[in-house]
């Protein structure tokens, strides 16, 4: 062969003939693929009268596809869009980079005693059903689970003291009196008397007495006209920080009301210092990426 081709690679298959991975029947369910884009392994085999396998290999092997699970993430309409590239607009023009890491930003955040389970990602190997319920297989979930809410500020230079909101309803008279006072000392302590406030727009920060209580005392703040509705990803906790205190957290520990807040309260300590800074300093580089896409959440 080496004489008579220069190689020893062989010009044909030596095994058997294919008769169903073919290019035909790749060529139908590539074009089943594109004509509708959800099917499952089972029904797209039963309609070309294929084995599964064959047809996760077509896919795998012959056309490089691979299973993705939808993401969910915020609709936004055309205003909010327009709100949003024009909040990305004024930040550029009004704040220098070394301005933005003086922001705070604060945010709430709802946990309870059941944790956080993914369907996706958290997965037990074994081999039945059997032996991955006896290794923790099995996520039980109580109809109505205690509850505890949480504020929290981030900046460049680190965290706040976590506020627990546990009793009863916050409104705008318990933010100005219970996480206000502790945002301006932590800011002033930090920072001194150059810096901002951001918050979102639930109600008790959009309320005009809030609102107020930032102009009088704030050294500045964005207001509510500026932060754009619908933006969680604008925000260090929503896209960076709260998937990293949710990791700290020792779930086991929680079995009450009692042990969650004692668990929150060791958690927000373990919290990587370099996860924080890099999400605050990261966040010029989202608002340059919003303009860039016209206004459409960040991934």
């Not at 809410?149 to 318990?174: E, N, Y």
């Not at 205190?245 to 210092?273: C, D, H, P, Y």
């Amino acid at each position: 062969m080496v004489n008579d081709t220069g190689s020893i690679s062989s010009s044909y298959s030596p095994g058997r003939p294919r008769i169903i991975r073919t290019k035909g029947m790749i060529q139908k369910v590539k074009s089943r693929m594109n004509r509708k884009k959800k099917v499952s392994i089972r029904k797209l085999a039963n309609e070309l009268d294929i084995s599964n396998m064959s047809v996760v290999r077509i896919l795998k092997q012959d056309l490089g596809y691979r299973s993705y699970k939808k993401r969910v993430e915020p609709a936004l309409t055309d205003l909010q869009k327009s709100k949003r590239l024009k909040f990305a607009n004024w930040v550029r023009h009004n704040f220098r980079k070394e301005d933005t890491l003086k922001i705070l930003f604060t945010d709430e955040k709802m946990f309870d005693i059941d944790g956080i389970y993914n369907a996706q990602n958290d997965r037990i190997w074994a081999v039945d059903r059997e032996e991955a319920d006896r290794k923790g297989g099995v996520c039980q979930r109580r109809k109505f689970p205690q509850k505890v809410m949480v504020w929290l500020g981030a900046c460049s230079k680190g965290l706040t003291p976590l506020i627990i909101l546990d009793k009863g309803t916050v409104d705008h008279q318990r933010y100005i009196s219970e996480v206000l006072p502790v945002a301006l000392e932590y800011g002033n302590k930090v920072f001194g008397n150059e810096w901002c406030y951001q918050q979102d727009g639930a109600k008790p920060h959009t309320h005009a007495a809030s609102q107020e209580w930032c102009r009088n005392n704030l050294p500045s703040f964005i207001d509510k006209d500026r932060w754009p509705p619908n933006s969680p990803d604008l925000n260090p906790l929503d896209y960076s920080i709260w998937y990293e205190f949710v990791q700290q957290m020792n779930w086991n520990k929680v079995q009450s009301k009692k042990t969650l807040i004692n668990e929150l309260k060791l958690a927000v300590k373990r919290i990587r210092e370099s996860v924080v800074l890099e999400s605050c300093q990261s966040w010029t580089n989202r608002l340059y990426r919003l303009s860039k896409n016209n206004g459409y959440y960040l991934k």
